[in-house]
């Protein structure tokens, strides 16, 4: 086997590995460049391969970092198969919808104001690349092996942090390769614990939070302080979320708090239609996947407005009693998150609430380095609004759940790789598992390739 890295190297976006066996290619993830216009220009760069040419494609989860390329990875001529739990394919349907739509609107809003310095501006891809690429999906069922190319098994695992969301393990000549891709949480108040595994010759392992131990405060307590300090204002609570898994969870604690008495009973509203979606598919997958009974997540599904117009979307920024808005994207990089920001943070009554990790060079990492001037479709907004920081929520094992996954290993996997995280999280967790387990690490540079013997 050879494995080169195509993306997550020094950064937390971009996940793309290309597994090559004698003269067969899978890729395993797909994922878009997030965050600093470096990164972002890799999107429009040429491929080190020809997409005609990959076989198959293998997807760790749905999360647009290791999804987001695909549509774009089809209409460059890949006409292969893209495999996939069958939650990550009902969720892919949903995120790549709203990633090409979202592509869309921004260059046409990039062309109505002029702040693009390409003339035209165009998207990377459109909806109707990804209803294209939505046809070469096919699902998987956790924990059985298939063979998508000759003398390579593939096997996915459960591995928490969202529905689907998956370990893949590559067996091949006797060896095998895994892949962590985003590995949960072991106490997560939502999602199942990530399965624990035993031993692979291989592994390619994330180190999104490999420096940082998360919070123990229950994020209960915290959304709790923070509503009622906005209140006690007269001001809004408007809580960045991701889409998939982090808008789910902020309704469920509100869902409980209200139930506690601990807020009052204020408006609270999701707008993201794309987090409508995925909130509605939870209730599939409750039972299969998560802590939640089928009533715990009706309750949780129905403490919110759902906002779906634009119209609808534009009249929670008028002026009025308190109120809480969720609304994508996370990091706010795109989508409705940006106007109610535009309209709501000049205000000094009002609060953001970040509640994920905010890659590099976006305006969630702005934010929480105490920017208080960022930049929205061209114009400067000055942010007046409170800024808090939700740390105790995140969908990612930190390095002690990381080191507690590695520790039940019968052995140390022959090479390890750290991806998918900062140069310095990289590094910290390197220190980290060398010291305590003895295992050597290393962390690969952007377009390496290493012969897997």
Known sequence: MQLQFLGATGTVTGSKYLLTFKNKHILVDCGLFQGYKELRLRNWARLPFAPAEIDAVVLTHAHIDHSGYIPLLVKQGFKGSIYATKATCDLCSILLLDSGYLQEEDARLANRHGYSKHHPALPLYTVADVKESLKQFKAVDFSKRYTIVPEVEITWRRAGHILGASFVQVESAGKRLLFSGDIGRFNDPVMKAPEILLQTDYLVLESTYGNHLHDKTDPKDSIAAVVMETIQRGGIVLIPAFAVGRAQSILYY????????????????????????????????????????????????????????????????????SKIIVSASGMMTGGRILHHLKALAPDARNTILMTGYQAGGTRGASLLEGQRQLKIHGETFTIKAQVKCLNSASAHADYADILQWLKHFERAPSKMFLVHGEPQAAAFLKAKIEKELGWHCEIPTYLQKVNLD
């Open 254 to 321: 509100l869902a409980q708090l209200k139930e506690e008495k601990r807020i009052p009973d204020i408006p609270i509203y999701l707008d993201s239609p794309m987090a409508v979606d995925v909130t509605q598919l939870l209730r599939q997958y409750a039972t299969t996947e998560t802590h939640l009974s089928q009533d715990q997540c009706a309750i949780a599904c129905k403490v919110a407005s759902y906002v779906n117009s634009v119209e609808e979307s534009k009249a929670l920024d008028e002026p009025g009693p």
